[in-house]
């Protein structure tokens, strides 16, 4: 696997936005805020994030996590956490799975072309070799930090404090 190249794009080089420094100094209040004609807060997005990589985290360790019945289990149904604490733990949880990613990405070239078990009907539709899964997660990352960075704008919080495309 391209190891630099996923890692470079895993935390926000060249096109991609650095997913960290998209949230990292959000406030809890902030991260709660919903925008019009979006359906989603800062922190149901970063939420769901967190709960798709620690699925196919689990899901490559062979673990065979319950698939939710419906795409709404993996959201929060608030639009706010409960507390500054529940933000800031959901942005640790957020950076360790980053970095499990990473690890996960360096492994030997042998390791990455292991399938990794289906638990979905719609798994056996799609590549599901480690270096596949690992590349759709991040894929789905880039496309929700691109949100993230949206409300951001739209809430005339951006560029973050350690910088971003505002061009």
């Known amino acids: ?12 080089k060249g096109a991609h936005a650095d997913p960290v420094a998209c949230m990292e100094d959000v406030p809890a209040e902030m991260a709660g805020k919903t925008i019009d004609g979006f359906p989603h807060s800062i922190w149901q997005l970063v939420s769901h994030m967190n709960y798709w990589m620690g699925y196919e985290i689990r ?20 639009a706010a956490p409960a507390s500054e604490k529940d933000w800031s733990d959901a942005k640790v949880t957020f950076s360790a799975l980053l970095q499990k990613l990473s690890n996960l990405a360096h492994s030997p070239p042998e390791a990455l072309t292991r399938e990794v078990k289906h638990t979905h009907p719609g798994h056996a539709k799609m590549a599901s070799s480690l270096q596949s899964v690992l590349w759709q997660t991040l894929a789905h990352n880039s496309y929700h930090t691109g949100q993230i960075a949206a409300i951001r704008r739209c809430l005339s919080a951006w560029p973050p404090r350690a910088g971003g495309d505002s061009w």
Request: proline share 12%; hydrophobic share 40%; glycine share 4%.
């Open 1 to 12: 696997m391209a190891d630099r190249a996923f890692d470079e794009l895993l935390h926000g």
């Open 59 to 78: 899901r490559i360790a062979h673990d065979a996590p319950p698939y939710p019945e419906h795409a709404s289990l993996s959201w929060p149904t608030e």
